[in-house]
């Protein structure tokens, strides 16, 4: 089972407004990954946390706020988001911090 | 400089036929892996296959094959009796070096190629 799951799966949010998006997993994966992506174009990785602590952040503005309160689940906090932030978030887990990522189903996010 | 690259942004096939996406990759490093995601218009990116630099063999899962050409820097994605369930965006990625198993790796993703699967 490599069941990565996101709520919620679609998000239209106001410039003013605060909203998080949730990813969970069962698996016991150590390594869980936010990546945003853009119409047609590659997801982009914004944060990795290994072990419930941060490792990667791609230097990604501070409206963004990342969070992983257990291992099972890793939080992406929304603040003063821009219209250019609409995109499809995706999150991953893999087993160990080098092992194949596993993907979420992705929330779609729209900022009016 | 674009660490991956996939150069046909669309292709078609006709149903049961074979198709091969191409990957070339560029890296310094000896060890690395590639992986093959599909992402269907639904927007779940789906693990295919993965092929690790010191692997011997061409990976193989089900249908899809890897075609990995390590002098070339190729690992081409084949896919057999293509279905119409295929139809997706089909990603290249690497990950360079051998992966730190306490911190986790970024992706280095190709732009895509679009497989449409006709009847």
């Known amino acids: 089972d490599t069941e990565v799951t996101q709520t919620p799966k679609h998000l239209v949010m106001g410039m003013t407004n605060k909203k998080s998006l949730k990813c969970e997993q069962h698996m016991g994966h150590r390594a869980m990954y936010w990546y945003k992506q853009k119409a047609k174009k590659p997801p982009e990785l914004m944060f990795v946390y290994s072990y419930e602590k941060l490792s990667i952040n791609e230097s990604v503005p501070s409206r963004f706020s990342p969070e992983c309160p257990n291992s099972s689940l890793l939080n992406l906090h929304l603040h003063a988001l821009q219209p250019e932030d609409s995109a499809l978030y995706l999150c991953a887990s893999s087993p160990q911090g080098a092992d194949t990522q596993y993907f979420g189903p992705g929330t779609r996010l729209t900022v009016l | 400089a674009q660490k991956i690259t996939q150069t046909q942004p669309g292709m078609f096939v006709q149903e049961k036929e074979a198709v091969t996406l191409d990957c070339t990759y560029d890296t310094s490093d000896p060890s690395y892996g590639l992986f093959w995601y599909k992402q269907p218009s639904s927007g779940e990116m789906i693990f295919l296959i993965y092929q690790g630099s010191y692997d011997q063999q061409n990976a193989t899962e089900g249908r899809y094959s890897l075609n990995f050409q390590k002098a070339r820097k190729s690992a081409n994605l084949v896919i057999s009796a293509s279905q119409l369930g295929d139809s997706a965006m089909y990603f290249c990625?690497?990950?360079?070096?051998?992966?730190?198993?306490?911190?986790?790796?970024?992706?280095?993703f190709g732009k895509g190629t679009s497989l449409l699967v006709t009847p």
């Open positions: 990625a690497m990950r360079e070096g051998p992966g730190d198993s306490n911190s986790g790796y970024a992706l280095n």
